[in-house]
């Protein structure tokens, strides 16, 4: 017997990834609703690469009452208003928003690092996917930090167009187009020109100076790997469409060799390594496009500290950064609660 599943805000980019993944991965659901807000109601949308296909319903009239998981796709605004809605209604809520992510009674998950965590849904009935850039993050962090305690990150991202959702896309294409074409260019949904350029700023500023980008990965990562970590970011968006990538400066307690570094995220969890110190050996964010995996590059020892170590990761922000792991989490739920309550 499968799950009545609910993808909320499927007409957006995360949540079509959603519904690919659901297909791809052939999670155990008897149904599967796509909902969206009224101007997309009645669209018709594809079920992955089955061929079956999806008659969008309007979320101000759906009843979550009798679904077993709700993913929500569709921003903190309708997260605040519906997720509650759902849960209490019996669905477990999946959100890929930002609203619930430091509520203190809500699961912030990463399956590969802190599957255990999940157990603490029933608070609320709503469990949080992290930020794209944590995600990716986390996973490499994870078996290092088992390995040799991490004392302290630094992590400069280098985020695509599509973290900023389908507006961020277009103005890219836009904008190159136009400076090809020598058409006039004015940015209008980012800060600055992103073609052909990297804008230094993503979402918010805070009173310190930081964005508030950069705060989520501070605080995501210490709640899903270590309170004792600390972490300082950078996030830069730079014109990619899809695919985030991170160079992260590492210092832990005791002491770990690139090599050995190496060995132990070869044997991870959500973790391909591709390190060879030769031209190409590396990877970039058009080789990850489409994969599941976190690719870990640029493996080295860092000679300014004690037990530090460099890297280079990589993975499909669109997939393991929302989607993917959204769907990570609905299978671990079943696994380990839905099936024993059932």
């Given at each position: 017997m499968g799950y009545r599943v609910a993808v909320v805000g499927a007409t957006g980019n995360v949540g079509r990834e959603i519904l690919n993944i659901l297909a791809e991965r052939q999670f155990p659901a008897d149904e599967v609703a796509a909902i969206a807000s009224a101007s997309s109601t009645g669209d018709i949308i594809d079920f992955g690469d089955s061929g079956q296909e999806l008659k969008v319903r309007n979320l101000e009239h759906f009843d979550f009452a009798g679904w077993d998981i709700a993913l929500f796709a569709a921003g903190s605004d309708v997260s605040k208003v519906y997720a509650p809605k759902a849960a209490a209604a019996g669905c477990t809520?999946?959100?890929?928003?930002?609203?619930?992510?430091?509520?203190?009674?809500?699961?912030?998950?990463?399956?590969?690092?802190?599957?255990?965590?999940?157990?603490?849904?029933?608070?609320?009935?709503?469990?949080?996917?992290?930020?794209?850039?944590?995600?990716?993050?986390?996973?490499?962090?994870?078996?290092?930090?088992?390995?040799?305690?991490?004392?302290?990150?630094?992590?400069?991202?280098?985020?695509?167009?599509?973290?900023?959702?389908?507006?961020?896309?277009?103005?890219?294409?836009?904008?190159?187009?136009?400076?090809?074409?020598?058409?006039?260019?004015?940015?209008?949904?980012?800060?600055?020109?992103?073609?052909?350029?990297?804008?230094?700023?993503?979402?918010?500023?805070?009173?310190?100076?930081?964005?508030?980008?950069?705060?989520?990965?501070?605080?995501?990562?210490?709640?899903?790997?270590?309170?004792?970590?600390?972490?300082?970011?950078?996030?830069?968006?730079?014109?990619?469409?899809?695919?985030?990538?991170?160079?992260?400066?590492?210092?832990?307690?005791?002491?770990?060799?690139?090599?050995?570094?190496?060995?132990?995220?070869?044997?991870?969890?959500?973790?391909?390594?591709?390190?060879?110190?030769?031209?190409?050996?590396?990877?970039?964010?058009?080789e990850a496009v489409g994969d599941y995996a976190t690719y870990v590059s640029r493996i080295r020892e860092d000679p300014t500290v004690d037990n530090g170590l460099s890297l280079w990761v990589v993975s499909d922000n669109l997939r393991k950064g929302a989607a993917l792991n959204a769907v990570q989490i609905a299978e671990l739920l079943g696994r380990k609660h839905l099936m024993k309550a059932a």
């Open positions: 809520v999946i959100d890929n928003s930002s609203l619930y992510r430091m509520d203190p009674d809500v699961p912030l998950i990463v399956p590969e690092v802190n599957p255990e965590a999940i157990a603490g849904y029933t608070h609320k009935n709503i469990i949080a996917n992290p930020n794209c850039s944590t995600a990716q993050l986390v996973v490499a962090l994870k078996p290092l930090h088992d390995a040799a305690k991490i004392k302290r990150v630094v992590v400069a991202t280098y985020q695509s167009v599509s973290g900023a959702g389908k507006r961020g896309m277009d103005e890219l294409f836009e904008q190159s187009r136009n400076i090809f074409v020598g058409d006039q260019n004015e940015p209008e949904f980012f800060t600055k020109q992103i073609a052909f350029n990297v804008i230094p700023h993503i979402d918010v500023f805070l009173d310190d100076g930081s964005t508030k980008e950069e705060w989520k990965m501070v605080v995501e990562t210490k709640k899903i790997l270590d309170p004792a970590i600390k972490v300082t970011a950078t996030c830069v968006r730079v014109p990619v469409f899809v695919g985030h990538s991170e160079a992260v400066n590492i210092e832990f307690e005791n002491e770990i060799s690139a090599d050995e570094a190496r060995k132990i995220l070869r044997e991870a969890p959500g973790v391909m390594v591709v390190d060879k110190r030769e031209n190409g050996g590396y990877v970039t964010p058009v």
